[in-house]
């Protein structure tokens, strides 16, 4: 009998102390009002909603419903972690140019724990970590090297890949141009090369972007987990890379592991986990960005034969303007290629591959007449604003010759796709001239056909089964 009642007063204490802990998730402290918005269901918080797909490239409806609900300034909970999100251009700003004082870089723990090791996260590398990672890039992919050496090294592997790609009944496109983007971003970053390399680089990193945005749950079977493993398998190639180059010095490939080697002496939190990891990241960058946005351009052209018609009309301009048809292309050649450069932006608004800039409060921020906790995550999504009709008229219709008349100080403040403030994209202007160096050889020697698919998002962009493309030389 009094077992009974202990197990009774067992479940009404249990009953309490859950009812509480579920109203202590949905109205977390706060030293003022907390911005409207629901923290979802305990633990999961609003993440399935976030990672349902949306088949349109329009903003994702997890983001639209909220707005209409909520305003511009919303809470949320995401992989169990408490946020606020932003769409608010002003805010957005204002908070890209406080990096540092009222915010911090910071990734989900989901991105976090794949770019990590030990705790310390290479990813939200501060003060003067940052400042080196940033001018090692840009040393290697920035305007100097771009004009004195990338460029007609680029225009190489594009007319190598674009011959082996027509030589094919068909290929999946946001693939093979990631393997391009990323092969020849490993090459300057450690001298990879894929023929001669026993580990394909490219199905490690496709792997591991499945666990991103996940839930972070690592038990056997999840996408998380999957990613996990792949990640480790990567690293440890990685780290046997960086080893054989410090053991061997005297083979100096004149690439961005070197110059990380040289450095080692005057910069010393250069462990050789931290160059691995560091590797690891910029590589996850060069897989993933470039050739989404290749992608979709491609997807949208094959849609829109009149733009086709004018980009060729540019580009074959290029050939016939030149002394000698045959010549690479030039810096000044890439920089004259004002509608190509439409399509690029238009491509990168209806893009979005990032979809939201992630930061923790350091303090309590006031906004109107609301207040972010510290310690909170902001996701700041500024591709929002790329869809803003007040901006882009008719936003989801792929039209690079709005380019022509949008006004340079409109665009400025409400077309982010590099981000801004310290932490701009140190890659931009490489992206800008891969996807133009593309286009270029694209244009002039060969033609192509949709077979199939189409793009979605979820909230990053995804594929589905794949989008198809025939090429064929002229
Ligand atoms: C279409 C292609 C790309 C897009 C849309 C893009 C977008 C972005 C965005 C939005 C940020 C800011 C992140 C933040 O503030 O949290 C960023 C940062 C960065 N990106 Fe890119 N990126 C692209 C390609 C690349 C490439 C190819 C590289 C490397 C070669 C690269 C290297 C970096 C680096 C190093 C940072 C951090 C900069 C810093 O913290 O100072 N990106 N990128």
Redesign the pocket.
Known sequence: MWTNTVVVGLVGLLVIWLGNWIRRWRNPKCNGILPPGSMGFPLIGETLSLIIPSYSLDLHPFFKTRIQRYGTIFRTNIAARPAIISVDPEFNNFL?REEGRLVE?WYLDTFSKIFTLEGESQVN?VGAV?KY??RT?LNH?GIVSLREKLLPQLEQVVNKALSSWSAQDSVEIKQVASSL?LEF?AKQIFSYDAESSPTSITEALSRILNGLLSFPLNIPGTAYHQSLKDRNKLVSMLKGIVKERQNSPEFNQGDMLDQICMDREKEKFLSEDFIVYFIF??LF??FE??S??IAVAISMLSENPSVVEEMIAEQEAILKNRQNPNSSLTWDEYKSMTFTHNVINES?RM?N??PG???RAIKDIPVKEFTIPAGWTIMMV?SAQHFSPNTFHNPLEFNPRRWKELDSTVTSNNF?????????????E??RV??ATFFHVLLTKYRWTKIRGNIFRNPILGFGKGVYIKFYKK
């Not at 982010?416 to 931009?428: E, I, K, L, N, W």
């Open positions: 890209l870089l590398a940052h990672l940033r890039v992919f983007s971003g990241a910029i960058v060069t960005s470039v989404s946005v990168l893009g591959t990032a800039l992630l930061r500024t982010t796709p590099f981000g801004g403030g310290g932490r701009q994209c140190a890659g931009a490489y992206s891969f996807m």
